[in-house]
């Protein structure tokens, strides 16, 4: 009886898909807002025709608030939030897949090793994505006047066709293995702060979700915090 009880609880605790999906997809939005601004001052100065333009870092927000107002900071998010849901599939399909490849059975703990693997390979499936996408937001966020994301996307198209749009792929699929490092490192932090006996009585790893619910039920809010910094530092 006290068996059927523990694999009820069990049961009852394990995250549904599609709220992996969306609570994914919300939380990469508000990343996304969030850390834009900061994206659009790196891509600034990074455009050798406009860096001359600032001073620092601080100087480059004054300037674009005060000439293209608050909403300059925001150029080129339209491409990035519109694909943000097709990403975060993308990556947690491919992530499971090349999870499952590599793990003897569903219920098997993951090494480090494997995590770091599977991370790397979704990057570089996700690079499908995001390649043409910050093609666009960067093409936006380096023009001092404004511009659409479709008539951007239409020009690239017009000048090079569909392989404009995937200029710089390889470069980009290198740097997603990036991911490798966050799940990672995010893993490694977790057990860390973990009492060996909770870590072996886990449920399902195979899934970056899966791990950040369980990770949750047994963990206290600071080491959660300490485990997302670390990953995205390792990233």
Not at 108 to 121: K, M, N, S, Y
Not at 195 to 205: G, K, N
Request: charged share 15%; hydrophobic share 45%.
């Amino acid at each position: 009886m006290e068996d059927v009880a523990i694999q009820s609880n069990t049961k009852a605790q394990e995250i549904d898909p599609v709220v992996d999906f969306v609570a994914g997809t919300v939380a990469g939005a508000a990343g996304l807002i969030v850390g834009f601004p900061f994206d659009t001052v790196k891509v600034r100065f990074q455009s050798p025709q406009i860096a001359g333009r600032y001073r620092s870092t601080a100087h480059a927000f004054a300037t674009i608030i005060k000439e293209e107002r608050f909403f300059g900071l925001y150029k080129g998010v339209t491409s990035p939030l519109a694909t943000c849901a097709l990403m975060n599939g993308l990556v947690f399909a491919s992530y499971r897949v090349f999870m499952k490849a590599q793990l003897d059975h569903p219920n098997a703990q993951p090494t480090l090793a494997q995590i770091a693997l599977a991370g790397a390979g979704s990057g570089i499936v996700s690079s499908i994505i995001t390649t043409p996408t910050e093609l666009i937001k960067i093409r936006q966020q380096a023009s001092l006047t404004p511009t659409s994301a479709t008539r951007v996307a239409l020009q690239i198209f017009k000048e090079s066709g569909m392989r404009g749009l995937y200029r710089g792929i390889t470069s980009t699929a290198l740097r997603d293995c990036g991911y490798g490092a966050y799940f990672a490192a995010y893993e490694a932090t977790c057990r860390y702060f973990t009492t060996p006996a909770t870590l072996q009585a886990s449920p399902d790893h195979s899934s970056i979700f899966a791990e950040v619910e369980s990770d949750m039920n047994k963990l206290p809010w600071y080491a959660m915090l300490i485990a997302g910094g670390v990953a995205g530092v390792g990233s």
